[in-house]
């Protein structure tokens, strides 16, 4: 198990016990723990609806193109933003803190 805090939109911490054994991705997470986070297209990177800014200097994989592509087109964009479905849960993300993004509008 690992620890995430996730910071909901009303800027309210959310501390979050994670398995790193099931193959979760963060926006997984974050809908499993009623966290509003919509995954419109089931975590294909193909829509923004699971954007967050990751605010911890935790180690993340790189931005594969798909992610990009999909960020390239997105709302609210930061140096910092990443769509949680493309955040594969691991060992390494223990303490990895992530904001929602404000959603488009």
């Not at 997984?28 to 009623?34: F, I, L, R, W």
């Amino acid at each position: 198990m690992i620890e995430i805090t996730v910071i909901d939109r009303e800027n309210n911490n959310h501390n979050i016990e994670v398995p790193t054994d099931m193959g979760l991705n963060l926006m997984e997470v974050c809908k499993a723990s009623d966290l509003p986070v919509k995954g419109t297209c089931g975590g294909m990177a193909l829509c923004s609806t699971c954007h967050v800014y990751v605010m911890s200097n935790t180690e993340l994989p790189e931005l594969q193109d798909a992610e990009e592509d999909m960020l390239d087109q997105a709302f609210f964009v930061e140096e910092n933003s990443r769509l949680g479905c493309q955040l594969q849960i691991t060992d390494s993300m223990d303490g990895l803190i992530v904001q929602l993004a404000p959603e488009a509008e």
